[in-house]
């Protein structure tokens, strides 16, 4: 009888410990419904600051702007956690069809509004709206169809945040100053008045100065969530074994 080689057994996949990777186990539990709790408010939040509430170009403090970044926020993990269906191109598909067909309409229309009521005070409101939502849109789709596309949950969030720290960086505002042409030459403003969720974080019209600090503070930061090894923290928790890479 010929003998067999003692085998070693496989080691299982250690769990990770404490209130965190409990909270995730959880999480992943009810992932497969999961992106709903943040969906809902998310698109009730959006009707709120849309429809019900006048446009409003300027945040009065922090409360406010975290209210009107709310959607944004919520709509973030929504796309993270939704499901990888095998109707992914027709959702594709339909964003690009809602895009054009309407976002991209009314933006024209407000655009048009603008240009016929341009000395009313308050009628660049409805365009500025529009504006912050269709960019909302946008950095949405491509979450969108990145996690369709096969990202995974923890990739696509950290995407998420990493956009959204862009966005509100600042980054449109000091190119705002850069390149209007309004401005002759040498007579641009000290300061940009306009940054209003700038102001509301350092108390007053940031200078040039400060909004170049604002958004590379940004930009570190989404750098830093970019990094952050999200995926390995999520395995380590719910005890799965990470691929490596060939």
Known sequence: MTATAPTTPTPRPEHG?????????????????????????????????MVVLPPDQTLDDLGE????????????????????????PVLIAFAVLVYMGWLDTELVLRVQEFARNAEVEGSFEPVYQWELFITTFIVLF??????????????????????????????????????????????????????????????????????????????????????LPLGKWVDRAVGRTTPKAH
């Open 17 to 49: 410990s404490g209130a965190g990777a409990n909270v995730i186990r959880a999480l992943y539990r009810q992932r497969r419904w999961l992106w709903l709790v943040f969906a809902v408010p998310a698109a009730a939040l959006a009707v709120l600051i």
């Open 65 to 88: 702007w975290l209210f009107k970044l709310s959607p944004f926020l919520f709509a973030v993990p929504a796309v993270a956690l939704f499901p990888q269906v095998r109707m992914a």
């Open 142 to 227: 491509a979450l969108m169809a990145y996690r369709l596309g096969g990202a995974r949950t923890a990739t696509v969030l950290k995407t998420g945040v990493a956009s959204i720290l862009i966005v509100i960086s600042g980054l449109n505002d000091l190119t705002f100053w850069a390149l209007n042409e309004v401005w002759a030459a040498g007579s641009r403003p000290d300061e940009l008045a306009w940054a209003s969720h700038i102001v509301v974080f350092v108390g007053g019209p940031p200078s040039v100065t400060t909004a170049v600090v604002f958004l590379l503070v940004h930009l570190v930061l989404a750098a830093a969530v970019l990094a």
